[in-house]
């Protein structure tokens, strides 16, 4: 079955440093997310990007993060100057179309900032 | 802002009782989602309702949809201790506005065998 797959499943950071997380997603999906989790807390909903380009964005998904879809395949978040309170799990999905479709999560990269 | 909320928090059952879980929202919605997530684990979709649908049902998953009270329920049937995890409710707000979803804060679910 497919599935969403991210890499790394876990990275630890020095506060300052930048990160990358990589996604790939369903093959045939459309429309790709990134969400985060801090611990205890909800799900919380960053980037939407449909097209090539940023469709949807929250307050969290300020100027120090970026996503990317740099080929055909990969899709990636980028974090340039990491916080302590970065500290999450952060979580990419794919669905086949905007409307009405089952959003599909990867099982999650989880970011330590120390 | 929109949120889906759960309740109960917690919910504790022995094996092969029916387990029910709550949310309530406050806006309009398209659609409505159930995903579970094991402890540290990724999110798993289980069904997904759209808003003019009233009840959906997946294996042993029975969804209902209260659009008029803004309110979702997930029934689990003849549960199993694998059931155990934490299940929450997303609900996406617009159309033509992808699938951004809210979710809420989920209900922990422990199924004792």
């Known amino acids: 079955e497919p599935e969403v797959t991210q890499t790394p499943s876990h990275q630890v950071t020095q506060m300052g440093q930048e990160v990358i997380l990589r996604c790939v997603p369903i093959s045939n999906h459309l429309y790709f997310y990134w969400y985060r989790q801090i611990l205890g807390q909800k799900v919380e909903f960053l980037v939407s990007f449909y097209n090539n380009e940023i469709s949807e964005k929250s307050e969290i998904f300020d100027d120090q993060f970026s996503v990317e879809r740099p080929d055909g395949s990969n899709f990636t978040l980028k974090i340039r100057s990491t916080k302590l309170e970065d500290s999450a799990m952060y979580f990419c999905?794919?669905?086949?179309?905007?409307?009405?479709?089952?959003?599909?999560f990867g099982q999650g990269t989880r970011l330590t900032v120390v | 802002s929109q949120q889906g909320e759960e309740d109960p928090q917690a919910l504790s059952i022995q094996e092969g009782e029916n387990a029910t879980m709550n949310c309530s929202y406050k806006?309009?919605?398209?659609?409505l989602q159930w995903y579970r997530q094991n402890s540290g684990r990724g999110l798993v979709h289980l069904i997904l309702i759209r808003s003019n649908e009233r009840e959906k049902h997946s294996g042993r998953l029975r969804v209902t949809l209260d659009t008029s009270k803004k309110s979702s329920s997930l029934l689990i049937t003849a549960s199993r201790a694998a059931d155990t995890a934490s299940y929450f409710c997303?609900?996406?707000?617009?159309?033509?506005?992808?699938?951004?979803?809210?979710f809420g804060g989920g209900t922990r679910l422990m199924v004792k065998p």
């Open positions: 999905a794919s669905s086949a179309t905007g409307q009405n479709t089952e959003a599909f």
């Open positions: 806006t309009s919605i398209n659609n």
């Open positions: 997303a609900t996406a707000a617009r159309v033509n506005a992808g699938n951004m979803l809210t």
